[in-house]
């Protein structure tokens, strides 16, 4: 059995609630998730951005959470790959976990949508948390957000953590402009594939007047060594196609 911790952003009509699809008044953006074993240690992660399809604009509520723009989003993945994506990372048996059941429920109604609900039968088994966190600690009735249940519990919140990183990442950057004069700075390799810690990083690069060049077109991880390596295979291949021609 496989818990998964899933979180989604989504869009909504950039003119607000006027003219919105009736079908799909929220379209999923990005699926974000931690997958448990039994023994409840974190065994892997999964994010994945996805192309719109309905909307093809950013509402600004939704800009200001996220942080990502419409260019990003274009880059992404279809909803109907994405999700086949994640539920085959999801594993064969399963049980989702959810802050509230607005994430389970807008899952379903994406996949409807796109006339998937057959690759997820019901019924989902899912836990909402913040409905079991009411019922242990307060009425059962009341719904806290997940920020008063993190302090409530005094657990560690990973935002400190990815704040006192990318305050890290800045003093290696001022030494190395100290000993060299240079003061451009380029994001790469998979932890930047945290989009957090990305963004972090990169404002704090730019308070202190460093200019950030960062991924646009290929991911920072092993995806984009991929993309160098066919790019050198197909190089190498048309060099020996030139040659063989001569």
Known sequence: MNYIVFDLEWNQNP?????????????????????????????DTFQCLIKPKVYHWIHDSIHEVIHVDYH??????????????????????YRFFTWGDQDVMELQRNMKYYNLLKLM????????????????????????????????????????????LADEILAACEEAERQTGIRKVALSGGVFQNRLLLRLTE??????????????????????I???????????????????SE
Not at 15 to 43: C, Q, T
């Open 15 to 43: 003119d607000g609630r006027r003219h919105p699809d009736s079908r799909l008044p929220f379209e999923i953006i990005e699926i974000g998730a931690v997958k448990l074993n039994e023994k409840r240690e974190i065994v």
């Open 72 to 93: 990003e989003l274009e880059k992404g993945i279809p909803f109907p790959r994405a999700i086949r994506r994640f539920l085959e990372w999801c594993g064969e048996e």
């Open 121 to 164: 039968p019901g019924p989902v088994h899912y836990y909402d948390v913040q409905k079991l966190f009411s019922i242990k600690f307060e009425d059962g009735i009341s719904r806290r957000s997940l920020e008063y249940a993190t302090d409530y519990l005094q657990l560690p919140k990973n935002r400190d953590f990815h704040r006192a």
């Open 203 to 224: 404002e704090r690069l730019m308070e202190e007047g460093f200019e950030v060049l960062r991924h646009r077109m290929v991911p920072p991880n092993d995806g984009g």
């Open 226 to 244: 991929a993309v160098g390596q066919a790019a050198y295979g197909m190089a190498q291949l048309f060099r020996a196609m030139h040659m063989g």
